[in-house]
């Protein structure tokens, strides 16, 4: 349903870019949803790394806000997490997660994960 990739190892101050596709068939209304980019380190809970709503309205972590960018393309249905000056605390699981209300209910779609591995 949705397909994250892009994870890598990366030395510290480097970039990696990150993909989340959906998939055509259940996202006939990919623009209608807000796309989050979660990420869990080990030992550590799933945390809210980045969002962008279907008005492309985003909000950041505070420990990511200035490094890392969301975007989306609609007409791929695809969103996009552009991560700059990466460091080791970044290292983490990331996944990526779509989400919509229809009619007062809350529809979550998620992604596998894909690792990030930032070395010192």
């Known amino acids: 349903q949705l397909q994250a990739s892009g994870g890598g190892l990366v030395q510290a101050g480097g970039s990696l870019r990150l993909s989340c596709v959906a998939s055509r068939s259940i996202f006939s209304e990919f623009m209608r949803y807000t796309i989050g980019w979660y990420r869990q380190a080990p030992g550590k809970q799933r945390e809210l790394v980045a969002s962008?709503?279907?008005?492309?309205?985003?909000n950041y972590a505070n420990s990511v806000k200035g490094r890392f960018t969301i975007s989306r393309d609609n007409a791929k249905k695809a969103a996009y997490l552009q991560m700059n000056f990466l460091n080791p605390e970044d290292t983490a699981v990331y996944s990526c997660?779509?989400?919509?209300?229809?009619?007062?209910?809350?529809?979550?779609?998620w992604g596998q994960g894909t690792q990030v591995t930032v070395s010192s």
């Open positions: 962008i709503t279907s008005g492309s309205s985003a």
């Open positions: 997660n779509a989400r919509v209300r229809v009619s007062g209910t809350t529809i979550d779609y």
